[in-house]
């Protein structure tokens, strides 16, 4: 696969409905938010301690999804290919859903709000769940920005983003629980 | 063949196997068609890819043919360093190879405004599977060295609205229906103002140098883009 053609070098890109958009274009705004949110990932897996090994393929897991959420945040309007994309199904929700339950469970209830921060990997994790706050309110503000209903998929994947940064945060203490860092409770007074 | 052959109608489906090659055909002295079996699940449209893999090298081609004729036809250039087209050009009638797909989202909508189709070499192959799927009444650039490159030119030019063939190393006299010049320089000279969706085919440089063209002419066109590598 060739990275560089060179055809963006006039500051315009195209989406997959064909349609040619400024690269500051909305839509490109939340496909590059989702893509930071990806390289963060990345490096939230690269930093997790043995201990937390088990993790990797859950996390490469949401990696994976997030490529199809992106295809269809580039698909523009109306288009042939959205035939061709990989459906945003309920599924890849629920998967996430299984996830938050199963650190719910296994963590102390939390009883005032924490510092973020604590190890490395707990703090890869917390900024992971920021950017994908900012991802999905990107995702939303396109609602507004298009004349016709959002399509299934679209709506999904805000249901999918706004369940992963509640995921980054339980993740975040679930690290610091298992490399045995204390959560720091926030206090009015320092 | 209906419209719908275009559209999404026979929904592609995934495939990934082994075929084997049915003829070979050379259009010019670097330049063949290839035809494979196609296997009975490999759905596709007009448009799109088929992969090939042999020995952890992958190659993907455009595929030329409709999606109802039974074979796939591949429009291939021969590198004679590369991995690929060498053992491709040579390998005899029957031979197996691994493949997947189809792959890409060049596909045709006839929806929007009048169709714009750009080729440069082999970049016609798409062009040849939509038109033999249905499309017509396009504008169709099609670019080449000689008149004799032009590779599909016979079953393309009937379907088109307007042909124009872009030749950079003919001699004169000009063959009909072709102009000196690169595809870029009719996108630049030989369309008039309009309401157009193009579809550009070709190496990277003529995807680049087209695009720049018609941001500047044409600032709210569609634009459809699969770049060779």
Known sequence: ?190 | MAEGALRAGAHPSGWQGSTRILSRRFLAPAVFELELERPAEFRFLPGQRLRLRREGCDRDYSIASGPGEPGLRLLIRLFPEGRMSPWLAAAAPGTAIEGSGPHGYFLFDPAGGTPVFVAAGTGVAPFRSMAAAGAAGFVLFQGARTEAELFYRSLLEPRAGRYLGCLTRERPPRPAGTRAGRVIDALREDLPPGSYDFYLCGRGEMIRDALQVIDARFPGARVFTEAFS
């Open chain 1, 1 to 190: 696969m060739k990275i560089s053609t060179g055809s963006g070098d006039g500051g315009r890109t195209s989406l997959f409905s064909g349609e040619r958009v400024r690269k500051d274009d909305l839509r490109l705004e939340a496909q590059g938010d989702l893509d930071e949110l990806n390289a963060v990932i990345g490096c939230l897996a690269a930093s997790l301690p043995a201990a937390a090994a088990a993790l990797k393929p859950e996390l490469g897991a949401v990696q994976a999804d997030l490529f199809p959420i992106g295809a269809w945040l580039s698909l523009g309007g109306p288009s042939p290919a959205a035939a061709l994309l990989p459906p945003l199904d309920a599924g890849r929700t629920a998967r996430l859903e299984e996830a938050i339950t199963r650190m719910e469970r296994a963590l102390p209830e939390l009883r005032s709000f924490v510092l973020p921060g604590g190890g490395i990997a707990a703090g890869w994790a917390h900024l992971a769940r920021t950017v994908c706050r900012r991802t999905e309110r990107r995702v939303v503000r396109l609602f507004d920005a298009r004349t016709e209903d959002p399509p299934p998929a679209l709506l999904e994947a805000v249901r999918y983003l706004n369940r992963l940064s509640d995921y980054f945060f339980l993740l975040a203490r679930t690290l610091n629980r298992i490399e045995g860092v204390e959560e720091t409770p926030w206090r009015k007074e320092p």
